[in-house]
């Protein structure tokens, strides 16, 4: 009897803690139910027609108009795929196919390092040298320089762990045919992990789109800016968030937090796809 | 095929002329052999063109950074920061202090979530329609901008709460949950299924198997993951700049009063048209970036001591 109670005691422990499990890993689906409502609630008096489509934005006479920053966050991001992703995988397959052993681990730690920099101190090298001491001023090309160092370890990482899931047996089999290096890559690595390196790719575009600080610093904070020339300065959505939001007043509150919102349905978009080309890729090679 | 190039008496041994007693086995040199060097190269270049990056950040933080920090050795790391920005001086004490609560209260706050997270995952959930779903949406939610974090937690507790560290510790522990669960998760893959049933086969319930077997058999994994996603958010400076305020003064205060960080340091000197508060920005960022690099140190030294490996 004493034993059939001490039984049941634990099964009510067993499920509370059970219980408690479940409302941590629900958090997650919480937090980000909360994120969409609050702030689309907040936001929803600036969303008009002209928000996503005008190009003047002004605070002043309550004018806001978010084009021309949706085309600094998608320019920028674009520069520093460019830059970021061709290095990102000569990194990835320099580590995973090529370098000795001995060498792999150091190489592993300088991009640990890399990422772990903080963005705010990337901005301020990239404000005060970058941008000063390069000729490149601030403008669409220092911010993509600057985002595209920041992606690269982020790239470099999922690629890496991608490639890695190539089977030793098609790498074989590739080298057994006579192929160099170079061409056992081309025939046997690339082929197996193209879906897992785009997604890699989208990751790290997302992560471009959705940096702040760096952005901030360096691109130099001009209004109405819709320009192919990469030496302009501009403005990009989180970068004019952080930038106005110390001198906004109401309407231009509302109007910060609608880019937010903005940027947040546009990365979330990137991401939810990206994830899943990933999550698709890894299993197909694990299932094999 | 092998008799029409003639041997190169020096290559001969390194392509293993010695052994096949000078049957030359090793690929010719031809476009195929170049390409394959010229490709390896540029590999190689991406390589060395990823540590020009790091290298001169590090240098202009080091060389600008050391003179101020460094000066009068502890002044710099103890005194307030300066109410006039332009004055010269040392002091970003208060931010050091802001920096630790700030990230020290985002620890206590996501460590416990993640954890219990990760291990409703992977002990109970498994291939459940929710625990894909949670697993999906945490991997999502690691791409959420760092702003967008700061400005939510703006709405939910600054507006009615006012400026306080609490408010940055919350933004940066949502940061920091994803990624908690996500290593967490990994680590717990990692225990053996058999160390599971042994506790099982003794009569331990499940929570107890879990808490006493598989998280301590998990735990410098955990920890290394912890200390990845803390140097990570010490870093963080958007999420900060709509909930910790700018205090100058030293505040200890977890909830109360506005704080400040090192990160906002940085940022609010770095446009500063003055060379005293860039200086201060050159230290402060000495400081956060030595911060960073230790805890990831820490990091390493757990991740090589797993008993775990994959």
């Known amino acids: 009897m004493q034993l059939s109670e001490l039984h049941g005691h634990k099964q009510y422990a067993d499920r509370a803690f059970r219980g408690i499990a479940l409302g941590a890993a629900g958090l997650v689906l919480l937090i980000l139910g909360l994120i969409a409502v609050k702030m689309t609630q907040r936001a929803w008096p600036a969303f008009g027609v002209p928000f996503l489509s005008s190009t003047r934005w002004s605070a002043p006479e309550g004018v806001f108009g978010a084009l021309p920053f949706l085309w600094g966050t998608l320019y920028t991001a674009v520069i520093a795929l460019v830059l970021a992703v061709p290095v990102s995988l000569g990194v990835a397959l320099f580590i995973t196919q090529v370098a000795p052993p001995w060498l792999k681990k150091p190489m592993v730690y300088l991009l640990d390092l890399l990422a772990v920099v903080p963005s705010v101190v990337f901005g301020l090298w990239g404000v005060l040298v970058l941008s000063r001491h390069f000729g490149l001023g601030r403008s669409f090309l220092t911010a993509g320089v600057i985002l595209a160092v920041m992606i690269i370890p982020i790239i470099t990482s999922l690629a890496r762990e991608v490639i890695e899931t190539t089977p030793v047996s098609d790498k074989e089999a590739a080298l057994a045919l006579g192929a160099t290096r170079w061409e056992m890559i081309c025939a046997a690595v690339l082929p197996h992990s193209k879906g897992g390196i785009v997604g890699a790719v989208m990751l790290g575009l997302g992560r471009a789109m959705g940096e702040t600080i760096a952005a901030a610093l360096v691109i130099g904070s001009a209004l109405g800016q819709i320009t192919p020339n990469p030496f302009a300065s501009g403005n990009s959505m989180p970068a004019v968030i952080a930038n106005e939001w110390g001198e906004a007043d109401e309407p231009h509150k509302a109007a910060l937090i609608a880019l937010a919102v903005t940027l947040f349905v546009i990365t979330i978009a990137v991401n939810l796809i990206a994830t899943a080309i990933v999550q698709r890729s890894m299993k197909r090679s694990h299932g094999t | ?310």
């Not at chain 2, 009063?257 to 005293?276: D, H, V």
Request: glycine residues 10%; aromatic residues 8%.
């Open chain 2, 1 to 310: 095929m092998m008799t029409s190039v003639p041997l190169d008496p020096h290559d001969d041994l390194a392509r293993g002329g010695a052994l096949t007693g000078g049957l030359d086995l090793g690929a010719k040199p031809s476009w195929r052999t170049t390409k394959n060097a010229l490709m390896i190269a540029v590999m190689a270049a991406a390589v060395a063109l990823v540590a020009i990056p790091l290298v001169a950040v590090l240098w202009s933080v080091l060389a600008k950074g050391a003179g101020i920090a460094f000066h009068a050795f502890p002044d710099f790391f103890t005194s307030t920061i300066p109410v006039i920005s332009r004055k010269a001086g040392p002091g970003v004490g208060p931010a050091i202090v802001g920096t630790a609560l700030v990230t020290g209260g985002a620890t206590l706050i996501a460590v416990p979530v993640g954890v219990l997270g990760a291990v409703y995952l992977h002990e109970y959930g498994g291939t459940t329609t929710f625990a894909r779903l949670v697993r999906f949406m945490a991997t999502v939610m690691t791409g959420v901008p760092s702003i967008v974090m700061g400005l939510f937690v703006y709405l939910i507790w600054t507006m009615s709460f006012g400026y306080s560290a609490f408010g940055g510790a919350l933004a940066l522990a949502c940061l920091m949950l994803p990624v908690v669960i996500g290593s967490t998760e990994q680590m717990l893959r990692l225990v053996p299924a058999p160390l599971r049933e042994a506790a099982y086969a003794l009569g331990a319930t499940r929570s107890r198997t879990i808490l006493t077997i598989v998280l301590p058999a998990a735990l410098p994994g955990i920890i290394s993951g912890v200390l990845l996603a803390i140097a990570r958010a010490a870093g963080e400076t958007a999420p900060l700049m709509f909930a910790v305020g700018a205090a100058t003064a030293y505040n200890p205060d977890l909830f109360h009063e506005a704080n400040t960080a090192l990160s906002l340091q940085i940022f609010g000197n770095a446009t500063s048209a003055f060379p005293a508060a860039q200086d201060r920005a050159w230290g402060a960022a000495l400081a956060l970036v030595l911060i960073t690099f230790i805890v990831t140190l820490i990091a390493r030294v757990f991740t090589s001591r797993l008993a775990l490996k994959r």
